[in-house]
């Protein structure tokens, strides 16, 4: 399998808000959201690894910011870090505003997944090069990320999540 | 208003199909694809004109393949050209092959929204300038097609769509 | 076949307006009703052909007039014309007021299905026989929009429309 | 107030039952049955009353016969009596074979609405006159299940419903 | 098969009231309501049996009070009394205040379920034993809404429904 | 403001998986639950504060299991410890076999909540005393959970995070 870079799994979701998507004080339903994160993430781990794939964790949401009715919003999904079947997906989140066209920033997310056969089991996924310097930073991130994530779940005892372990001592 | 260009008003929505989402035989539910492609148009129509938008006309659509459950669909949709205060939208929708990533085209559409101020009336849109071949080709037509509408809705005498006429007659 | 005639493929769907259904100014969204049309035409589709049948186009849809939150919206969808297996759906859309129970349309749709087999091959439909002087209008009209059709689909030399190309020379 | 007839108040909704609408063994949800009835009731209740309407009750819903996934399903909503400012909407569901075109009934069920003004408060509605044999049993099985509901509520007592009494009395 | 109490089949759905689940007047619409009943009820009657379960009726429900958007609903439902196959399931659902935690009464609904194997047929179900002063007020009211249920429907005379006969003749 | 008992919080939403809650595999969608959790823990937050209650973040979703079609899906959703006015969600997911009735864990999750008012304006809530073992243990996780998200957010430096610190040096 060749490597792949972050581009090559780029998903873009752009969708309006409906009144349908709302939550009672008139802003996108947080649940809407992570919903259509989980959509595009998906999107975003099959481009990459050309297989069935299957959500195994949401490491990390923000919602710093309402997204009101109507509000167009626009996900970014790519595959940040590639390990032997799992893969980090690294989601940006956008809202723009309409007369001025300028777009900021409403929220990040992270998710994993795994790929797996007709039979549910686990499969090899390509390498990922990343090639831009925050496709770098995010690259690297996603090892400390995947210790913690086996910390918390009691896999992994903290003493031998060494990149972790230096972030707390070297600091 | 400055001239736009249609890649200014390009929205890209891509989703995956769940079951929910399916007719009784398993494939796409076509009403489902027409909302979808509704909620794609309505944002080109509204980056390009900046605007509050509302859909005129949908005034073509054709269903030439079927999207079976699980598909990754991807519509495209650019404004193709601007009339005073309507716009016609042209969406392209794609289809992916999970294992080689080819992606064919399922179908295209083309919508007609106009942009409206806080009351509801009618407000003035920039002009479109083409710029490849292609959106060159789809803005010639564009006015074709609004000479149709107008005649087919009895607003516009036949005799004087004159670029329809010469479509019969030179041909 | 027995031939039909357009009141035996009739399908009312008259339903309300709900919030979920609205879009961001409070109206019936274009997509709802998109789909609501979509179901309604392909009743009527399956009532004169007793076929399973799918959408192959929406020819042309308007969109006169907004429908508000809490709207009662009547469909009634009619076979116009049938073909060799493919049928045009004329649809009518209303909504009526509460308070003097007075109806006013709202929208015209027309959208084109075919009957299939179990396996998707197309198979052959009963004759439409129309019988009031609207359901008459309407079959003819259907001949020059198949030719459209066919044209804008680049199946169809211009030249070869014959009954489209008498509708702008003989005007 | 004139006094109308249960055909004035006669609602249709005929539509189709998709995946998204089906439980877990590919039959018509319960529920999405519920609702849509709730919805012709509604309907019907407003057409003869002129008024916004609620729900008040659902007295009585049989579920008769399996309605699997792709059926095509009417229900035709009349209004059967009409008290002070109450409505008791009785409903009528039926099914077809798609081959022969043959309809069956698949569900009855009774539902009562109220007329009420803005402020939220009941107002009288129209005398109905049932025309039909069947109109005139179900306009007379009314005001027994009328005061079975207040019974059932401990609004009456049973000594004090003198239509019920007599059912079982006289038998 | 070991007799059960009706605390065995408990079945709790809290859930909250978002925009998508409201009628036009921005309270939560009936049919919705409807639907999650349904929901609660099906989990009710299959902790019961253990058994595949289907709607059979639903007997009685009210809607006395508005459930605002918002609004936290809890949902409880519990098996009433079991007869040979089928099994009565009695729902309170209960909206609170926010600012005091206070709740109050909404709803009560009574539901019809009977247990299948695979094919389709009714089987057996444990027998049921009410505990608390509620829950066999409830047990013995069973038996008359049953009686009361086959002569609505016309399968028992009035005559031979003994306990809805004493009810009006001991009055 | 008095303090308050994690039971005191406790929200119960239990429900089943309809076909349009799945994934073309079959199970339900990750989104789905996503959102129901969502729901669930907006409860247990607005329990807790009495207040009204905004998503802040989503700490950590592991997705263990699948969840087939038609299963019964308990959620459980307890504050385990409040901060100043934010509040960590703790949920548990269960699901139960039809025949022996045993239930087994399927995911765990955490969620942070922020109480605010009328204007949006974070709130002081009541503060958190567990009582049961696992209930201390959460309570104590709590914080370093808080730290570790302030650090991966850039808010707090991994050498303030003494809690966090601990864990890594002395193991």
């Given at each position: 399998?060749?490597?792949?870079?972050p581009?090559?799994?780029?998903?873009?979701?752009?969708?309006?808000?409906?009144?349908?998507?709302?939550?009672?004080i008139?802003?996108?339903?947080?649940?809407?959201?992570?919903?259509?994160?989980?959509?595009?993430?998906?999107?975003?781990?099959?481009?990459?690894?050309?297989?069935?794939?299957?959500?195994v964790?949401?490491?990390?949401?923000?919602?710093?910011?309402?997204?009101?009715?109507?509000?167009?919003?626009?996900?970014?999904?790519?595959?940040?870090?590639?390990?032997?079947?799992?893969?980090?997906?690294?989601?940006?989140?956008?809202?723009?505003?309409?007369e001025?066209?300028?777009?900021?920033?409403?929220?990040?997310?992270?998710?994993t997944?795994?790929?797996v056969?007709?039979?549910?089991?686990?499969?090899s996924?390509?390498?990922?090069?990343?090639?831009?310097?925050?496709?770098?930073?995010?690259?690297?991130?996603?090892?400390?990320?995947?210790?913690?994530?086996?910390?918390?779940?009691?896999?992994?005892?903290?003493?031998?999540a060494?990149?972790?372990?230096?972030?707390?001592?070297?600091?």
């Amino acid at each position: 399998m060749n490597p792949k870079t972050p581009s090559q799994s780029l998903a873009i979701l752009t969708d309006i808000v409906l009144p349908s998507e709302t939550n009672p004080i008139g802003n996108m339903f947080g649940g809407e959201l992570l919903a259509r994160m989980d959509r595009a993430a998906s999107i975003s781990a099959r481009r990459h690894s050309m297989r069935i794939v299957a959500t195994v964790s949401v490491n990390h949401v923000d919602f710093n910011k309402m997204i009101p009715l109507g509000s167009v919003v626009t996900i970014e999904a790519k595959v940040s870090r590639a390990f032997k079947s799992s893969m980090e997906i690294y989601l940006d989140v956008w809202i723009e505003d309409r007369e001025s066209g300028v777009r900021s920033k409403s929220n990040e997310a992270i998710y994993t997944f795994v790929a797996v056969d007709e039979t549910g089991r686990p499969v090899s996924v390509p390498e990922l090069v990343p090639e831009t310097k925050l496709e770098k930073l995010r690259f690297e991130g996603a090892l400390r990320r995947k210790q913690l994530s086996l910390v918390l779940a009691g896999k992994m005892k903290p003493g031998e999540a060494s990149e972790l372990k230096a972030l707390f001592i070297e600091d």
